[in-house]
Structure formats: C-alpha cells, structure tokens
C-alpha cells in the first residue's frame, strides 16, 4: 500500500484499476446504442445484431471463472495486464470483422476478460487500503465502469452512429492500450500466484453463505436490468419523450450510477449485509412508484436519477458479501460473482420482454422489476439469520 500517495487523498493504482473498468462500460454498453448502424454494417436484422450483446454476456460468465484460474498462478500485475491485452484484440477483431459472425465471435473474446478483471481488480483494490475502507476501494474502481456510462458510452455511440461503428471498437481498443500502460505503472510486481486447488476453491463456493451471496448479486442485477434494457421505449410511451429526453435520461441515469457506487461503497464500509438491505428496498420502492412518476418529463428526470442511484449502491456491497463469504477463494469467487451478475442482466432483459410481450404494457416493467428486488431483500434476511444461527451454535 502505498501510504504517501494515501494521505493525499490520490491511489494511483485505484486509478490504474478504474481506467481499465471504464474501457469495458464502454465496450459492453456501446454496442446497444450502435445496434441499427452495426446491423446495417453487417446486413442483419436489429433483433440478431441484438444477440451481439447477449454473446457478450455470456462470454462474461463462462469466461469469468476459466480466465481466474488459468492466470490465478501470475502475478497479480501480469494477469490484469494479459486480460486487458485480451480485452484490446477483442476490440481490434471487432473494428476489422468482416461479417456478423466473425463480430460475434471477435465480442465473445473481448468478454472474456470482463469476469477476471474485475474479480481480480476488486482483490486487489481491497489490498491497497486498510480494511475499514476496502468497500470503498472496490467502489473506486468500479466507479470506472459507472463514468463510463456518463461520458465514454455516449461519446462511443456517437462516433459508431456518425463516423463508424468499426471506428469506436477501434478507439476503444486505444483505451485497452491506456490501461495496459498504466497498470503497468501503477501497480506493484507482486509475487507469482500459487497453483489453484480447482477441487477446495469449488467446494468454497458451494458454501450456503456464498450461494446466498451470489442468488442475491443475480436478483440485484436482474431488477436493474428489467427496467434498464426497456427504458428508451418505456419513455417514448409512458412520457411521450423525444430522442433529446431520452438521451438526457440516459445521462441521469448514469449520473445516479455514478453517485449510487460512491455512496454503496460508503456505506458497505459500515455494513455490508446493512447496505445491501438498504439500497434494495430502496430499489423496490422507487420501482414500485416508478409508474406513478415516470408520465411527466420532470417526474421521470427525478425517479431514473433515483433508480440509478439505488440501483448501482448495490454493487459494492454484494462484490464484498461474496468476497468475504468465500476469504478461501476469493478471486474466483469475485469473477463468478461478476458472471453471476451478467447472468441477473440476461434474466432482467428476459422478464421485462415477458412482461412486455404479455401485453401487461410499459408501466409493469419497473413493477416486475420491484418484486425481483423484494426477493433479492428476502435472500439478504435469510442470509443474515442463517450467520446467526451459526453464531448461536458456536
């Protein structure tokens, strides 16, 4: 740790971490706002350039636990590095792909770090402080991620939809350059992993605690994700927005992520499983009252700034529940909690196009998305009474 740097209040390696996370919001959350200009590009439909994003997705949870164990034996500087290598060809394989299924596939490769990366950036980020601020930390480099979605997402979107879509895969592999250089700079050698016990690591996993942890990150991410993959058309119909409001609220929203993961990671220091009980029913409310708000231009503004504040203060909280819950393992327990994460984004996506294409109309996405973050609260409650039970017993 490096104290000096500390008490300037500055964490060069943080920062280091937080530019690599910010390079994958931009290509995960890109794509979606490039969909009509990459399927024109590659001559298919809207719905099949959609599956562009869901391979990605997918990548991100196959890819989450394979790449921690195959790099667990390097140092921790050098496999952050090769991942954001792998993160950097992906993006060129992207600009330079020929055709919808070499882009597929080139986005599957560049999803492959995704899992890793922050499952190991957040052990690491965790290690560069005292252990009263370690949610903090963990906040700090996601909030790469979170600015991403304020400023690189619609800069990216821009340049895909009025220069090319090949030309901003292509400067985001610039931003996997950036990060490789400063990762290099900033973090310290470390000593060389050991050889994984693939058999004790797994069996960590299968612990109830963990589990429990894990079944709370998927609900967490799948009530965000209800409402956030439908928040364009749910604004054109229920607000009678214009693509102008729309692209504000899309701002706002990544305006509450930003200040929702500075605020999680705050409040995670005083209690993980408190702030994540916190912030969900928080989530449920303001989905819940979302469709009472969400018809005037000024009550959408202030409800979606809410809900992405909610929505992400939820992060940092479960990222360290799992950590802690698996101290044996908790790399690959941080990368499968990512994955399992990307798992909630696919459920959440699914469940609001259920809901959508049962004719229950826009205004019962945020609902479903609410109860999905009622159940997430509930898994929060049995987790904190099974620890006391055990407490109890011992």
């Not at 590009?41 to 990548?59: E, H, K, N, Q, R």
């Not at 997402?153 to 990060?179: D, K, N, S, Y």
């Not at 050991?194 to 998927?218: F, G, H, N, S, W």
Request: charge should be positive; glycine fraction near 12%; proline fraction near 4%.
């Amino acid at each position: 740790m490096n104290t000096t740097l500390e008490k300037r209040g500055f964490n060069w390696p943080l920062l280091a971490l937080a530019v690599g996370a910010f390079g994958i919001g931009v290509t995960e959350f890109s794509p979606m706002g490039m969909l009509p200009v990459i399927a024109q590009g590659v001559d298919v439909s809207i719905p099949s350039a959609g599956l562009l994003v869901s391979a990605y997705a997918m990548g991100v949870m196959i890819g989450a636990p394979v790449m921690t164990l195959l790099f667990s034996r390097w140092g921790k500087r050098t496999a952050l590095m090769a991942l954001m290598l792998i993160f950097t060809l992906g993006n060129i394989l992207s600009a330079l792909s020929p055709d919808y299924w070499t882009l597929l596939i080139a986005r599957v490769v560049t999803s492959l770090n995704h899992g890793a990366f922050f499952g190991l950036g957040s052990v690491v980020a965790a290690s560069l402080v005292k252990k009263e601020k370690q949610a903090s930390a963990v906040a700090t480099m996601f909030m790469g991620l979170t600015i991403a979605n304020v400023g690189g997402v619609p800069v990216a979107t821009w340049i895909g939809q009025q220069i090319g879509w090949r030309e901003a895969f292509a400067g985001t592999a610039v931003l996997g350059l950036i990060t490789i250089a400063a990762l290099w700079l900033a973090l310290p050698k470390g000593a060389p992993g050991q050889r994984p016990d693939v058999r004790r690591e797994l069996k960590v996993l299968m612990r109830p605690q963990v589990v429990i942890a894990l079944l709370t990150t998927v609900l967490g991410a799948s009530a965000m994700f209800t409402l956030f993959t439908y928040v364009a058309p749910m604004l054109e119909v229920l607000t009678n927005a214009s693509g102008g409001f729309v692209t504000l609220a899309l701002a706002l929203i990544g305006l509450g992520f930003t200040i929702g993961n500075w605020l999680g990671g705050r409040v995670a220091d005083w209690s993980l499983d408190g702030a994540t009980a916190i912030f969900l029913a928080a989530l449920t409310m303001i989905m819940l009252a979302t469709p009472f708000l969400i018809g005037s231009h000024v009550g959408a503004a202030v409800i979606l700034l809410l809900w992405g504040g909610a929505a992400f203060a939820i992060v940092p909280p479960v990222q360290m529940r799992v950590m802690q819950a698996a101290s044996d393992a908790p790399g690959l327990a941080s990368s499968i909690n990512i994955g399992a994460f990307n798992f909630g984004n696919a459920i959440g996506a699914a469940v609001g196009g259920a809901v959508i294409s049962a004719g229950l109309g826009y205004a019962a996405v945020p609902v479903a998305g609410g109860l999905l973050a009622a159940a997430g609260l509930g898994l929060v409650w049995l987790s904190y009474r099974s620890a006391k039970q055990i407490s109890c017993t011992i």
